[in-house]
Structures are given as structure tokens and as C-alpha cells.
């Protein structure tokens, strides 16, 4: 019973973190070693879009994304050398590896991981960075957790 009582009165969002000076719901919980690459990573690639959760692309597609400067067709500037390495190193550990007879995937929708994530979704159309707000009220936040009130 007191485990009972302990989880019934924990805060809702027992995983949110401050980066920064923003307190962000992130889908799993960061270590300190971790913290400062995941700033860097919502400091330098969440101003043009969504921070996408590290759990959702492979490890391989993240370090190449991170050592490519056409960006998904869009020319970038690449963070410095140092802030990449802690970037990579925060994507890398809250990601995972594909499968070597697995074919890797740049789109998110295709990504098996993402598939994982969204097992009873149905799409009405093909999901993007833009769709994620559906669902994801929170998203600028970095908060995957908060879902909308009608996938709760």
C-alpha cells in the first residue's frame, strides 16, 4: 500500500528537467553527464524545428546529421566540433542502433523506432514535425509525455 500511495502523489510529470532556464518533459530523464549535450541539441537544432527525441531516428542517422551541412536539404551551419561530440554523445545514448540488415531511414515516419513509439496510431496523412503538435501539445517544450486530451 505505501508504494500505492507514494506513486498516487508523485508530481505529474515526475521525468520534467530544467535546461536552462526551461523545465522541459522529456521522454526519458537525463542524467547530469547528458545535460549539457542535450542543451546544445535543443540550443542548436530545436530553433529551426521541433527538438525530435533522440528515441525515434537510429544512432547512425543522428551522426550523420550531425556531420552533414545539407540538411535535409537545407543548407546549415554545423555546431563546433566540441558541441558536437556532446551532442552525439547525449543522441547516441538516448537512441538506439539499427539493425546491420536493416535499411536506414532519414524520413521519421519510416523509422522503426518511430513506428515503435506510435504502435496504435493511425495517420490521416504521412506524420511530420508539423504533426507532432497534434498530438504533442507540449512539443515546443521538448514534453513528448504531454499528450492531447484525446490520446490520453
Known sequence: MGIGLAQAFEPQNKDAQTVGTKVIGTVDPVTE??????????????????????????TQIWEYLLNDNEHYGVNITLPTRFDSRLILDYLATYSRPYY??????????????????????????????????????????????QLSPEWE
Open 100 to 145: 546491420a540488415t536493416e535499411v536506414p531511414t532519414f524520413s521519421i515516419e519510416r523509422s522503426r523506432f518511430f513506428q515503435a513509439l506510435h504502435p496504435q496510431v493511425e495517420f490521416a496523412a504521412p506524420p511530420d514535425l508539423q504533426t507532432c503538435v497534434t498530438c504533442h501539445p507540449q512539443v515546443d517544450d521538448f514534453n513528448f509525455r
Open 33 to 58: 553527464e547528458y545535460a549539457l549535450g542535450q542543451e546544445l541539441y535543443l540550443a542548436n537544432c530545436a530553433t529551426c524545428h521541433i527538438g525530435v527525441s533522440p528515441a525515434v531516428l537510429p
